[in-house]
């Protein structure tokens, strides 16, 4: 049975998307093919968008494929949907929370870079980068990249680790 992964932004047109296509490219490369990987905002605004330019931009630089994506928004039964549901941030992750239909639902949720090897406590959300210049999306594909190679190499344990 495919397991899935949601990563979830706000807007879900830098973020969200951009971990989106790391992750199914890395997953690819690693040959892992029962899992899917979808995304969404919790906002929206952008609902039928594609990616925003400059994360397309990088992403693009970068070898993967942004021409696949449409903003989707994130609702209660994108837990029904997904076996781990992953926020950003933690207003996305407030965000997410309160649509959780149960507390065993909620534990589901966690943050993104709770995979990363770097992340601490004080440093565990991929910042937005919407609103600032070229180098905020550098920084969040460096973070979402090195976090996807993580998360990947805990496939096994997570679908060992699965609630039926
Ligand atoms: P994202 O960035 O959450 O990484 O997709 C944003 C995109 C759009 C907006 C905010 C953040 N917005 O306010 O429209």
Not at 25 to 47: C, F, P, R
Not at 68 to 76: D, E, N, P, S
Not at 110 to 131: H, K, L
Request: include cysteine; aromatic fraction near 8%.
């Amino acid at each position: 049975m495919t397991y899935r992964i949601a990563v979830v932004c706000l807007g879900n047109i830098c973020r969200s998307p951009m971990a989106h296509v790391v992750l199914e490219k890395k997953l690819e490369e690693a040959g892992v093919d029962d899992v899917e990987i979808v995304s969404s905002g919790t906002g929206g605004w952008h609902t039928g968008d594609p990616m925003d330019p400059r994360a397309a931009d990088r992403l693009t630089q970068a070898g993967y494929d942004a021409s696949q994506h449409v903003a989707r928004k994130f609702t209660t039964d994108w837990y029904a949907e997904n076996d781990l549901l992953l926020a950003m941030d933690e207003s996305n992750y407030a965000d997410m929370a309160e649509l959780a239909p149960t507390v065993a639902d909620s534990e589901r949720l966690r943050m993104f870079r709770s995979f990363d090897p770097q992340a601490t406590e004080q440093d565990i959300e991929v910042p937005d980068p919407w609103f600032g210049g070229e180098e905020g999306f550098v920084e969040v594909l460096a973070m979402i990249e090195r976090t996807s190679d993580a998360l990947v190499a805990e496939i096994p344990a997570l679908i060992a680790s699965r609630q039926s």
